[in-house]
């Protein structure tokens, strides 16, 4: 029966990528806040700079009810909508949620959307300029000075501790699911390899492409969404056969290779190796007291045999933070980091119940 269950979410699983859903007519619509020349830590600017969100829900009159939603690597404002909406965690009757585009997402100022600075002439930048320019939209643009909390998944998750680190005092709590607090090198390896894949396309021409780098994306997208986001026992389940393994792997590479570009990826890829949350200006690169420093109240959820971000740093990330609370998300099949993609219904009813418990301790 349960192999059965497994087998019939194979296709929700191939048409629901990993990183976000595409936007519908009916979603709210895109924005974009100018932040002119960004300056970025490592000294270089992004000119032009664009930040792209979208909201949901109404801010009230004194802005105390509001919600920043940070998104994963490759993904969008819709990478945790199984969370956001009436009757969910994230209530739109209740909160305002502000759902925004992480740089190098191609929306937010990219490699692949920027005028004065295409492709491989694009800044390289970190997780801590993407909260940066978060910051920015929410101080200098909603005139926000505490939010509600910071939520996201996977690079999101990231983000959402770096915020806590970076900004103690602006939000009453943070969320972060599947996150790191420091990249290790086992995941470092695994972007590695998934870049190489892309770049030895003769296609890739050194970044300067004029069309789709297609061998070198499908073998990302195989690599990504077909194997290291999952576990072997989840695929197991999935796909009993090799012949069965084989086709499904095809089936994720040809339905999930265009929904990004290429050197967007390699960007944010590269911002996902550097993110260390002891490096923020004050740590010297103590992570332990970093994370021991952050002040708002931690709800952590992590994925059980995480093969991409493993959820030992999870787990440890919520024994130095003061007070920080730790749900494994599916100890019962555990799906990885695919846990915290809003694929399942038993995954994100753990995850709507937790959070919404969650917030209902604060005030606001």
């Not at 029966?1 to 019939?8: E, N, Q, S």
Request: aromatic share 8%; hydrophobic share 40%; with cysteine.
């Amino acid at each position: 029966m349960y192999r059965a269950i497994i087998k019939g979410l194979a296709l929700a699983c191939i048409l629901t990528p990993l990183i976000s859903a595409a936007h519908k007519p009916t979603d709210p619509p895109h924005q974009l806040y100018s932040e002119g020349n960004f300056q970025l830590e490592n000294g270089s600017v992004i000119e032009d700079f664009n930040l792209s969100y979208t909201t949901q829900g109404t801010l009230n009159a004194d802005k105390t009810n509001a919600i920043l939603m940070v998104t994963a690597i490759g993904g969008n404002h819709h990478r945790i909508d199984y969370l956001i909406g009436p009757g969910k965690a994230l209530d739109t009757n209740k909160y305002f949620v502000i759902c925004t585009d992480a740089i190098g997402n191609g929306l937010t100022t990219s490699p692949s959307n920027s005028k004065s600075q295409p492709n491989v002439s694009f800044p390289e930048f970190n997780i801590r300029d993407m909260v940066n320019s978060q910051h920015e939209l929410i101080m200098n643009h909603f005139g926000i000075t505490k939010l509600v909390a910071v939520v996201g998944a996977s690079m999101g998750g990231m983000q959402a501790l770096q915020w806590a680190v970076s900004y103690p005092n602006t939000m009453q709590a943070v969320i972060p699911i599947i996150p790191l607090a420091k990249t290790p090198a086992w995941t470092t390896g695994v972007l590695e390899m998934l870049r190489q894949s892309i770049m030895t396309d003769p296609t890739y021409q050194g970044g300067k492409y004029e069309k789709p780098v297609e061998q070198g994306m499908k073998l990302w997208a195989g690599w990504l969404s077909g194997v290291i986001v999952r576990t072997p026992a989840y695929q197991d389940q999935l796909n009993p056969t090799p012949i069965a393994e084989i086709e499904y792997l095809k089936k994720v590479q040809d339905a999930g290779w265009k929904r990004m570009d290429a050197n967007d990826w390699i960007w944010q890829s590269r911002a996902y190796d550097r993110h260390d949350v002891g490096l923020t200006k004050g740590f010297n690169g103590n992570t332990s007291a970093a994370l021991k420093s952050i002040k708002a109240k931690t709800l952590i959820l992590a994925g059980t045999g995480d093969l991409l971000n493993p959820e030992s740093d999870a787990k440890t990330s919520a024994n130095l933070i003061p007070g920080a609370k730790y749900i494994a998300i599916n100890d019962r099949l555990p799906m990885g980091h695919l846990s915290g993609a809003g694929i399942t219904e038993a995954e994100n009813e753990v995850q709507n119940n937790a959070i919404k418990s969650f917030l209902s301790t604060l005030k606001y």
